[in-house]
């Protein structure tokens, strides 16, 4: 299982439609709208993701 760094739901990344590099990063997301937030500002959602120790290659 991996974690959407925007909302922190669990998302299987072997079905996961939604998706974005991000630093050489790939990361998952539950939904579209997480993923556009991602999107908009991906610094700060990899930047939490390394503060909360979510590994950006479980994350979404």
């Known amino acids: ?3 959407d760094p925007v909302c922190y739901a ?3 990344e072997e079905t996961v439609k939604h ?3 991000y630093g050489g ?3 998952y997301f539950c939904t579209a709208s997480c ?3 991602f999107e908009e500002n991906p610094g700060k959602y990899a930047k939490l993701a390394t503060k909360f120790s979510i590994d950006p290659q479980m994350s979404c």
């Open 10 to 12: 669990d998302v299987d």
């Open 35 to 37: 993923r556009k937030r």
């Open 25 to 27: 990063q790939e990361f």
């Open 19 to 21: 998706t974005a590099s």
């Open 1 to 3: 299982m991996a974690m």
